[in-house]
Nanobody, 123 residues
Framework: QVLLVESGGGLVQAGGSLRLSCAVS????????IGWFRQAPEKEREFVAA????????SYGDSVKGRFIISRDNAKNTVYLQMNSLKPEDTAVYFC????????????????WGQGTQVTVSS
C-alpha cells in the first residue's frame, strides 16, 4: 500500500508559478515511479510528469515541457511539481500517483492515487 497526499494547489494569474507537493508514505521501493496527472472538467486525465524514486529520471508531457519541473526529496518522502509560466489551460485537478517497475503515460497503469488538488489559472 502506498499513500499519497497532494498539497499546494490554488488560484494564480497567467504567467505565474505554483509548486505542488506529493507526500508519499507506506511501501515505497526504489523502483517506484511517481507521476503527476491532471484532469480538467469534461476532459480525460492527462499525463503531466513522472519521476523514478531512485535515480530521479524524469518524463514530461508535451504540453508542459519546458515549463514544469518534477523533483523529489527522498529524505522528506515528497515529490514536487514546480509549475512555471502557467496558462489558463493548465487549470485542472492535479493528482499524484504511484506505480512500480517502469514509467507509464497512462493513468490506468497507476495503482495508487492521491485525492487531488485544484489548480486554477486566471487570464
Amino acid at each position: 500500500q502506498v499513500l499519497l497526499v497532494e498539497s499546494g494547489g490554488g488560484l494564480v494569474q497567467a504567467g505565474g508559478s505554483l509548486r505542488l507537493s506529493c507526500a508519499v508514505s507506506g511501501r515505497t521501493f526504489s523502483n517506484n515511479y511517481i507521476g503527476w496527472f491532471r484532469q480538467a472538467p469534461e476532459k480525460e486525465r492527462e499525463f503531466v510528469a513522472a519521476i523514478r524514486w531512485s535515480g530521479g529520471s524524469t518524463s514530461y508531457g508535451d504540453s508542459v515541457k519546458g515549463r514544469f519541473i518534477i523533483s523529489r526529496d527522498n529524505a522528506k518522502n515528497t515529490v514536487y511539481l514546480q509549475m512555471n509560466s502557467l496558462k489558463p489551460e493548465d487549470t485542472a485537478v492535479y493528482f499524484c500517483a504511484a506505480r512500480s517497475y517502469s514509467v507509464s503515460y497512462y493513468s490506468r497503469d497507476y495503482a495508487y492515487w492521491g485525492q487531488g488538488t485544484q489548480v486554477t489559472v486566471s487570464s
